[in-house]
């Protein structure tokens, strides 16, 4: 006997965003909720008149379901396997599974994978599993059950880090830890170049693999350069900068902990090279004063605005932030700019820049309009799912 699912009913004319493919139900559109229905379970939803539309994950707050499917499904083990088999198949064409270059990449990226609520980052043998909804949380089991059997040989451990991601009305109390095995390697390659990685204790899964392809811009550019990486974090940017021939690297990052990982990870790449150096210090007070000393600028910082209430002052701190950069970058100098707020869109981003530059006065010119890689697909639907931005800008 088939399951018997609780349905959310919308109100009148509410439909159409999920006609359009769009996978979120938001609180407000809700009519009722015919059955009793606790954060996590799986609803089916239907319009007002009675036509079925989808059926996802419920939770509480504005984003009240996830949409996994637009048709009736069972969503059992093999409809998990499925969608992650599928996952993996888009990497295999990317050429990002068994790449002897790169061994750390996206592996599931939410609704660009038809997954809404799930982060999966594979690190040399490791899939590190993020929940942001209690519905993937509670099936993590099945999910890594299902990794295993897609990936075989090539897995060696499961880590699920959903202790800080889990929605924060959520009565739900995840603890971190592995799902399967044990990982003996904390070191990943991209492109050759070697990161240690601290997927326990580091910011988001334990490295920031959507600026691989901008990583890789950056050492073009920095031949010859005086470089500064500012919100450094693992200090990716610094040592791709030093590869391409930088003149200097300096690191900045508010954290003594980014520091030491990003000391660390130069000395991998670099040891006992004296081009780099890197201080812990807030991001505006080390660029009070550095007139004309650095002339390749990355502002890469952490997210200003994560929700829809914070993106007026998260736009006025990337106005200070460029301004600032722009006054200081010494002539002919380039600048990469990057926002990783979702609810910040690409217009307001370049909006917020360019008022920057204004203050400023300094002619600037557009070189490139940067993007998320490949392994975080934006579901065509879903425009929110492309939350990285990124300007490359030429300075006189």
């Not at 064409?93 to 980052?121: A, S």
């Not at 099945?142 to 075989?152: E, F, K, P, R």
């Not at 799902?179 to 390659?189: A, H, P, Q």
């Not at 980014?258 to 670099?270: W, Y």
Request: aromatic share 12%.
């Amino acid at each position: 006997m088939s399951q018997v699912y609780s349905r959310v009913i919308l109100r009148s004319g509410k439909e159409q965003s999920l006609l359009r493919f769009h996978p979120w139900v938001f609180s407000g559109a809700i009519k009722e909720i015919r059955g009793s229905v606790a954060e996590g379970d799986v609803v089916e939803v239907y319009s007002n008149r009675n036509e079925f539309l989808g059926m996802g994950h419920y939770q509480i707050g504005s984003i009240a379901v996830r949409i996994f499917s637009f048709q009736p499904v069972t969503p059992d083990a093999e409809f998990w396997k499925d969608k992650l088999q599928k996952a993996f198949d888009v990497r295999v064409q990317l050429g990002l599974i068994d790449n002897p270059e790169t061994n750390v990449f996206r592996l599931v990226h939410g609704e660009g994978d038809g997954m809404p609520g799930l982060i999966v980052d594979f690190y040399n043998g490791t899939a590190v599993m993020q929940s942001h909804s209690v519905g993937m949380y509670l099936i993590r089991g099945t999910l890594s059950a299902a990794l295993q059997q897609i990936m075989g040989s090539r897995l060696k451990a499961v880590y699920n880090k959903s202790e800080k991601t889990m929605p924060f009305k959520a009565d739900v109390k995840p603890v971190d830890g592995y799902l399967f095995g044990k990982s003996e390697s904390f070191e990943v390659s991209e492109y050759n170049n070697r990161f240690k990685v601290d997927w326990v204790e580091g910011q988001k899964t334990g490295f920031f693999v959507d600026q691989r392809e901008n990583r890789r811009l950056v050492r073009e550019y920095s031949k010859g350069r005086r470089v500064l990486n500012m919100f450094c974090y693992s200090g990716g940017f610094s040592f791709y900068a030093m590869q391409g021939g930088a003149e200097l690297v300096h690191s900045v990052d508010a954290s003594e902990k980014a520091i030491e990982l990003t000391r660390a990870n130069v000395e991998l790449n670099f040891p006992n090279d004296a081009r780099h150096e890197a201080f812990a210090v807030d991001a505006f007070d080390f660029m009070k004063d550095i007139k004309d000393k650095y002339d390749l600028i990355i502002l890469d910082p952490p997210a200003f605005a994560k929700h829809r209430n914070a993106l007026d002052q998260a736009l006025k701190g990337y106005k200070r932030l460029n301004a600032r950069a722009f006054d200081q970058i010494a002539p002919g100098g380039i600048l990469f700019t990057f926002s990783c707020s979702q609810v910040v869109t690409k217009d307001k981003f370049r909006e917020a820049v360019f008022s920057g530059a204004a203050i400023s006065g300094r002619k600037v010119r557009i070189l490139h309009q940067l993007v998320q890689p490949a392994d975080h697909p934006i579901d065509m639907y879903h425009p929110e799912g492309e939350y990285l931005k990124g300007l490359v800008l030429y300075v006189e």
